[in-house]
C-alpha cells in the first residue's frame, strides 16, 4: 500500500531504461459484510491463537490461488532479469546500440541532442523487445488470477501513455548523466548517483500529482461518513489536507490501495474506489492510518537515503567493470568509453546485476517501513479487527503465511500473518 514500493524504486534504473512500464459517476459507498470475528479473536488471549484462527477463516481454495500467483511472481523477477539482460547484450553483440550513437552524431552536433536522440529509438526497440513478456505479466496473468479488469485495448492505451511519459522523462535522465559522464570521466560514478537520487525524489513527489492523474480520476469524497473520519486522522497527525480524494482504479484493477502524498502544498490523501467498496469503515480507517504513517515518519524521505545506498552501490560496480568490459569487448561493440552513449546497455547491464543482488536488502528495508506503518495505523486508527480483516483482503494477491527465507527473499510488506499478529499483540495489551 506504500506507493513507493520495491518493484518501482529498485527497478527504477532498470526497467524504466529497458521497458515501458502507480470521468466516473459518483460511486455510492458499500456496506460490504465484515469477517466475523472468530471466537479466539475477540477477547485476545493467546495472540498466536487469534492469528491462526483469523488465517483459518480464509478458504483452502483462495488460499491456494493466492499462493500460486504470488508465487508465480518469484520467477517473474528472474524472467525479468534475464529477459532485460539478453535484450542489453543484444544491443552490444549486433552494434544496434552503436548503430544508434553512428545516427545520432550525423544528425546533431550537440552532444545533449545526441543524447536524446539515442534515447528515444533506445527506449523505443526495448519496450517492443520486451513487450511480450510485458503483456504476459501484466495483462493476460492478470486476468488470468481475476485481478485486473481493463480491456486489452484499453491496457495498450495506457502502455502507449506510459511509454510516451517515459520518453520525456528519461532522456531528461539520461542528458544529465551524460553530462556528468562527460565533465567528470573518473568521479562520474559519484555525481551520477547525486543525479539518479535526485531523480528518483523528484519522480517519488511528482508523480503522485501530476502523472498519476493521467490515468486515472481524482475526486473528492463528498460522503461525510467517508471523509470526516480520515480528515479527523488527519488532523490529529498534523497532515495538511481539507479533502479526501477518489480514484477510479476499479476501471484498471481489484486491488484495493490508498495513499497520502504531495509537497509544497499539493498534500493529497487519496483512496481508490475499491477500498471503498470493498471494505467496512473500521478497515477503511485502518489503511488510512498506514498511510499517514507513511507521511509522517517520513518513510519517503528515508527511502531516499536507504535506496540511495543501493544505487551507489550499483554505480561503484559499475565504476569497477565497465572500463575493464571496454578494454576487453568494447571495439567489438563499437562502445568508445563512459561518455560514449553507445555504452548505455553496458552500464544498465551492470546497474541491474547489482540491483538484482541487492534485493534481498531491499525487500527487508521497504519490508521494516511498511511494518512501522502498520504499528502507527494501530496506534491511531485503533482498528486491530479491521487491521485484519485488511490483511485477509490483500491476501487475494499476497500469500498470507510464507516461511521465514521466502518472506525474507520475496516480501517487500509484512506477510498477512505478520500483519494479523501485529494486530492481535496490539488488541491483547490494549483490549478494555
Known amino acids: 500500500m506504500f506507493r513507493f514500493s520495491v518493484v518501482r524504486i529498485a527497478a527504477l534504473l532498470l526497467f524504466c531504461l529497458s521497458f515501458t512500464a502507480f470521468a466516473q459517476e459518483e460511486s455510492a459507498v458499500s456496506s460490504p459484510t465484515p469477517v ?106 492478470e486476468h488470468q488470477y481475476g485481478m485486473a479488469t481493463q480491456t486489452f485495448g484499453a491496457w495498450f492505451g495506457e502502455q502507449a501513455k506510459a511509454l510516451l511519459v517515459s520518453l520525456i522523462a528519461i532522456s531528461l535522465l539520461l542528458m544529465a548523466l551524460y553530462a556528468i559522464f562527460r565533465k567528470a570521466p573518473r568521479t562520474w560514478w559519484i555525481w551520477g548517483t547525486a543525479v539518479a537520487l535526485s531523480f528518483m525524489l523528484l519522480s517519488m513527489l511528482i508523480a503522485p500529482v501530476y502523472i498519476e492523474p493521467l490515468f486515472n480520476t481524482y475526486k473528492p469524497i463528498t460522503d461525510p461518513a467517508i471523509s ?17 480524494f477518489e480514484v477510479d482504479a476499479s476501471r484498471q484493477t481489484k486491488r484495493i490501495s490508498a495513499n497520502v502524498s504531495g509537497f509544497l502544498g499539493t498534500t493529497r490523501i487519496a483512496l481508490n474506489d475499491n477500498l471503498l467498496k470493498q471494505c467496512t469503515l473500521p478497515e477503511i480507517r485502518h489503511v488510512m492510518g498506514h498511510e499517514m504513517g507513511h507521511y509522517v515518519l517520513n ?46 546497455p553496458l552500464l544498465m547491464l551492470i546497474i541491474s546485476t547489482a540491483l538484482f543482488l541487492l534485493a534481498p536488502a531491499i525487500t527487508t528495508t521497504t519490508r521494516m517501513m511498511e511494518s512501522e506503518a502498520d504499528a502507527f495505523a494501530l496506534k491511531s486508527a485503533r482498528e486491530p479487527d479491521g487491521a485484519a480483516r485488511v490483511a485477509l483482503k490483500l491476501g487475494a494477491y499476497r500469500k498470507l503465511d510464507p516461511g521465514p527465507v521466502e518472506e525474507f527473499l520475496f516480501f517487500d510488506h509484512p506477510s498477512g500473518r505478520g500483519r494479523i499478529r501485529m494486530a492481535m499483540d496490539w488488541k491483547a495489551a490494549n483490549q478494555q
Not at 473520519?229 to 495538511?240: K, M, Q, S
Open 36 to 141: 466475523p470475528i472468530p471466537e479466539a479473536a475477540v477477547q485476545v488471549t493467546d495472540p498466536a491463537a487469534a492469528t491462526r484462527a483469523w488465517l483459518d477463516t480464509v478458504p483452502a481454495d483462495q488460499r491456494a490461488k493466492s499462493n500460486a500467483y504470488f508465487e508465480g511472481g518469484y520467477w517473474l523477477i528472474l524472467w525479468n532479469f534475464l529477459v532485460s539482460a539478453a535484450i542489453l547484450v543484444l544491443f552490444l553483440e549486433t552494434r544496434i546500440s552503436a548503430r544508434i550513437r553512428d545516427w545520432t552524431e550525423r544528425t546533431s552536433r550537440f552532444k545533449a541532442v545526441q543524447v536524446v536522440l539515442y534515447a528515444i529509438p533506445y527506449l523505443l526497440l526495448t519496450s517492443l523487445l520486451g513487450f511480450p513478456l510485458a503483456v504476459y505479466q501484466s495483462f493476460f496473468r
Open 228 to 244: 470526516e473520519p480520515i480528515l479527523e486522522l488527519a488532523r490529529a497527525n498534523n497532515i495538511p489536507v481539507t479533502q479526501v
Open 299 to 344: 518513510h519517503t524521505g528515508k527511502l531516499i537515503m536507504l535506496f540511495g545506498t543501493f544505487i551507489f552501490i550499483s554505480f561503484a560496480a559499475a565504476k569497477a567493470s565497465f572500463g575493464y568490459a571496454v578494454r576487453r569487448w568494447g571495439a567489438r561493440w563499437g562502445v568508445r568509453g563512459i561518455g560514449d552513449p553507445a555504452g548505455l
